[in-house]
């Protein structure tokens, strides 16, 4: 034996007959412990305490660690020795690390132990004078509790802390002791939360006996938060909860949450932000909000104040809100740029009490969504009256499919309900090769109209008389509404003269501004802003290869100038024939526009022609704003860099909508330019400032705040996958745009690729190649992004039209998220298995009917059933071929399946159990979206069968793959 160290014991000598045990070699096994006649080991170092016998029955300190485990010691009680478990047959002592582990080495004399943890692990800070050894975890940190002695077992609720060598039985710093005892229950949401137990129908971690395995974690670990456990996607593939997803709460200090925005107004796709952007950066996945500002809401949910001023920050303008910070009785904080600022004398004077000192009748800062009436500093000018000047398409295409007909029709019905006062202006121009103007002076007797051919060089024939006041001019207009299909019917221009039209409308409106309607129907081929069919067919284009980008600039222009003077432009497409939706929607796009499109339009389709009808009549009489501004602040140390929507952008955080619709909804990405602190909060604020239909101007704004966290545990378990599926679809329409459409199917795909990896080597390293693990918080990201690459916009389905392609992509870009949901991944009920026991009441008294959300698979369907889709923008109810006959009658009033019609657009009002309940929930599911939702009954043997197995995502179709199929590539693509 070598000659020991300074301060070692020598080993005693062997007694008579025994031989000297020699040192174990590399790779040699450790003897086992001395049986009866064999010598003891050798005394223990210096501040090591003997060890005694062990028995094989004696209870071990707690199993050893598994690969990615950090092991967290505990001292030694009194006359306990710190020792691991003997080693077995074969096993080297000391146990080596394995790959990924992280083994405490033993402590040298003076030492603390275990050691201080090294950048990025996980250990407990050592304790200090009267302080329990194992403190709480902090928000998002996870560590186990100490291993129990030698007959201990862990401690039970209201049991104090064991005590030993340097404990006490007080609580740890930081923890306040409760009336429950020492340890005060784990919020909601916290990582140290019990473990959740899986309800009938719930998803279950990844395999009963392999949760521990999956986390990394073992028994006497604390438990995963259940939104991190690992969900092996492979084996439960019933993830699709059967209730409506709802987003995530902010955890905030104080239960502050409860003052935020409505997430159907404003949301975030994490609840949880990271701290700086290298964190956000491993994340992998984008930090956006989604902002839907003009959404109809009542008065509980948006109050209207009138105060005499406006309290706003003085240095970053941001207008007060709930979580601002009052110092004293006189100033506040601002919770964007933390700078102090003065109240005004009466803030603190409650009209209704007459007293001063109390702020709790003021709604700012008990609402974050508020609407102030503007006084007169907001307004550069007077607020303009509502204009409404109509662009009518009067070619052949457009007058043989009724196009014209309905829309005169439809205008009379509602001109009435115009949204104004008496200061309302309306025009008229049609066009096709030609311009025809009308002059509509309340000094005529009839309608005048005047003819200008040269569309090369456009000018106004009679400015003062084409806008005219909608009350003097009324019955006017009124005639000519009822002459114009039949001034137009033996049309046989099959020219349209789009851009010059265009043109004299900012002509006209250049100093007022207003909303210009345009009706289209044949591709734009005369004068400026002409266009050529572009070889976009399937046969000469590979898909893969598709490029979605307008092939002119000059709607594009004239936008941006029509911007500029407070001028929008909507957009109706009617064709059966290319008309290039890509180019000509540019006018939309940047003056904050919306397109509406109707792909082989007649009005003798009854389906195609009541989605006009009903979409005209809102789009004439619902809310509107004019001359709007929008601008997103958000807390220092984050800014805003990418805008999703129809807008143009005046500045980094200043979006020009000279029409704001509640139609449209609106998504920014947000980037993190400086480190923020753990445990803080950020704060998101949205103002509107626009001018109302009665000349108003009002100021709408909303708040959103959320907390900081440095932990990726916490961000995980607070990720919005609603808000997360919205933003990534927004992303891939621009990268299909700017580069081609593989391009942005390859995106989607590595977005699930990149999250699973990221995840695997935070939580699931341990997880087999075979499995497929993602937490129960993006467990439905996968099913998402498949819904996307088989989504008209994306799929590579060589029979969708490359202007219906393009249309479901604005369509993408402009919902807001609630209706974008249903849009990317339908919703299914089967509405024969509809009971009494299905409505509900909530606490107003209203019913609801809580029908289960199915799987979009066949295999989900049976063949006796009805079943209701709901895809976003319409609803389609499946009638299956051996469907009872008495079910048919009872909902759809007709004796048979073979009587069903092949257009039946609407159900009969019967008077019986089951057609009451289909009835509800179809009115339920149309009344949540803010516009029109056509229905169409489709029989299995129906001509438009293929349009509802076209949103079975789940299943594998001739141009995708099934979603297990599509999750087995992504875990192939995992193990390369």
Known sequence: ???????????????????????????????????????????????????????????????????????????????????????????????????????????????????????????PPPPTSGQAFTPSPTSGQIHPPPPPTVGQGPPTAGQALPTGPGLTGQPPRGLQAGPHGPLAAAPPGSMAGPQMMAAPGQVRPAGSGQAAAASGQHPGRAPLDPELQPINLLENRNILPATPLKHPEATLPGNLGRYNSKPSVFCCTMNAIPSSSGLLGKLKLPLAVHIHPYREMGPKECPVLHPGIIVRCRVCRAYINPFVTFVDARHWRCNLCFRANSLPEDFDFNPSTGKHGDRTHRMEIRRATVEYIAPSEYMLRPPQPCVYYFLVDVSYNAVESGVLGVFCRTLLDNLAHLPGDARTLVGILTFDSTLHFYNLSSSLSQPQMLVVSDVDDVFLPSPNSLLVNLRESRELIRTLLEDLPGIFA?????????????????????????????????????????????????????????????????????????????????????????????????????????VFYYPDFHHRKETSRQKFEQDLKRYLTRKIGFEAVMRVRCTEGLSLHTFHGNFFVRSTDLLSLPNVNPDHGYAMNIAIDENLKDGSAVCFQAALLYTSSKGERRIRVHTLCLPVSKQPAQIYAKLDIQAMAGVLAKMAVDRAASATLGDAREALLNIVLDCTRMYRSHFASSMQASQFALPSSLRLLPLFMLSLLKHPAFSLNSKISYDVRTHAMNLIKTLPLDYLMAYIHPRMYAVHLLTEKDVVEDEEGKESVTAPILQLSAEKMTRYGMFLMDYGVGMQIWVSKDAPQELIQKILGVKHFGAIPETMVSLPALENETAVLVGKLVKQVSSSRQYFMPLLVIREDGPHRLQFIDKLVEDRTEHGTSYYEFLTHVNRQLSK
Do not use: W
């Open 1 to 123: 034996l070598p000659p020991p160290t300074s301060g070692q014991a020598m080993p005693p000598p062997p007694t008579s007959g025994q031989a000297m045990l020699p040192p174990p070699t590399s790779g040699q096994a450790m003897p086992p412990p001395p049986t009866s006649g064999q010598a003891m080991l050798p005394p223990p170092t210096s501040g090591h305490a003997m060890l005694p016998p062990r028995s094989l029955t004696q209870a071990m300190p707690g199993p050893l660690p598994t690969s990615g485990q950090v092991v967290s010691g505990h001292p030694p009680t009194s006359g306990q020795p710190f020792l691991p478990p003997p080693p077995t047959s074969g096993q080297v002592y000391p146990p080596q690390p394995t790959s990924g582990q992280v083994f405490p080495p033993p402590p040298t004399s003076g030492q603390v132990y275990p050691p201080q943890p090294t950048s990025g692990l996980a250990f």
């Open 490 to 594: 033996n049309n046989r221009s099959i020219h349209s003269a789009l851009g010059p039209a265009l043109q004299a409308a900012e002509k006209l409106l250049h100093p007022i501004g207003g909303r210009v309607t345009v009706l289209m129907s044949t591709l734009p081929n005369v004068g400026p802003g002409s266009l050529k069919y572009r070889d976009v067919a399937p046969s000469s284009v590979k898909m893969d290869t598709l490029n979605m980008a307008p092939a002119s600039d000059f709607y594009k222009k004239l936008a941006l100038e029509c911007s500029s003077q407070q001028i929008a432009v909507d957009l109706f497409c009617f064709s059966g024939q290319f008309i290039d939706v890509s180019t000509v929607s540019c006018i939309s796009k940047f003056s904050s526009g919306q």
